[in-house]
């Protein structure tokens, strides 16, 4: 049987989520917002919190809280989970086996790489040296450059502002429905990798066009392409 080609071969860049997609810490923002909520009298199921991981603090608290309660201790929640992200679940961040051979290898075949994040600057600055990829020159965006965070494009958006090349020339790499709704906002298609623990059924319903397990699963694909032609 023809091996199928991926079709993030044909893009021109591509834009990489960070948290679940690159390093492993799905579950620990999900335990910091639990945490969080708690502090302040908010009991929520951590599964349930888990489901929306991938969103922005601004998209997420929403699903929880009502408004009056996300004015009088919004900042505060956010504060605590930052902290707990911070001071607990910072030194436990580990990237995904073969970040750094797949960046490498789309960087080989003239294919520019970025990030696209909800994350903090700082909190970028961790993931990036746990996945192996915090010497590459590439644009970054992040929760900084952006007034609404995924599922909404604000991210994507800024990101193609700065690379320069049409959406219809960029494949993003995400690990959440959010991200694929995101990156069809602004235009781009999406491959989906599964370590952020979403079924692969709620990435493909968002309209992801290409499934991998994790970034090595995606590298042993595209090595398998470019052997095969």
């Known amino acids: 049987m023809e091996k199928k080609h ?3 071969l044909d893009a021109s860049a591509v834009i990489f989520d960070v948290d679940g997609t690159l390093v492993s810490t799905v579950d620990f923002h999900a335990e910091a917002w639990q945490k969080a909520f708690a502090k302040f009298g908010f009991q929520f ?4 919190i888990r489901s929306q991981i991938g969103k922005g603090g601004d998209q997420l608290m929403p699903v929880f809280l009502k408004p009056d ?3 009088k201790h ?3 929640i956010d504060a605590a989970r930052q902290e707990l992200v911070e001071r607990v679940y910072f030194p436990q961040v580990v990237g995904f086996p073969k970040v750094r051979e797949l960046f490498d290898f789309l960087i080989e075949r003239g294919i520019k790489v970025a990030l696209g994040s909800s994350a ?3 909190d970028l600055k961790v993931y990036k040296r746990a996945a192996g990829i915090e010497d590459l020159k590439m644009t970054e965006t992040t929760s900084e450059d952006a ?17 320069k090349i049409e959406p219809t020339r960029v494949m993003v790499v995400g690990d959440t429905p959010y991200d694929v709704e995101a990156a069809t906002k602004a235009g781009m298609a999406t491959t989906g990798l599964l370590c952020g623990g979403f079924p692969e059924a709620s990435l493909r319903d968002a309209g992801a066009v290409d499934i991998y397990q994790d970034p090595e699963g995606l590298l042993t694909a595209l090595k398998a392409a470019r052997d095969a032609s």
Do not use: C, M
């Not at 199921?45 to 349930?48: G, H, I, L, P, T």
């Not at 958006?157 to 690379?163: F, K, V």
């Open 6 to 8: 991926p079709p993030i």
């Open 45 to 48: 199921e951590v599964e349930k």
């Open 69 to 71: 309660e996300i004015d």
């Open 74 to 76: 919004g900042k505060e």
């Open 120 to 122: 903090k600057t700082d």
């Open 147 to 163: 007034e609404r965070s995924k599922p909404r494009p604000d991210i994507f958006n800024a990101a193609l502002d700065r690379l």
